[in-house]
């Protein structure tokens, strides 16, 4: 390529979106929870924590 032949700035964006993708992965998910609903109960949230408590953790 030469210098008067420059990526267009949409090609650039989109391969730049592809590497870090290949590197770090997809990090945050294209909704969050509020658009998703079913937002849960303060219970239901730490569920999570009380099912995944190491063993050592006593409780």
Do not use: Q
């Amino acid at each position: 390529m030469t210098k008067s032949e420059s990526p267009k700035p949409a090609d650039d964006d989109a391969a730049r979106r592809r590497r870090l993708a290949e590197v770090f992965g997809d990090v945050l998910p294209e909704t969050t929870s509020d658009e998703r609903g079913g937002g849960g109960s303060p219970d239901d949230r730490e569920a999570w924590y009380r099912e995944n408590r190491p063993p050592h953790h006593g409780g």
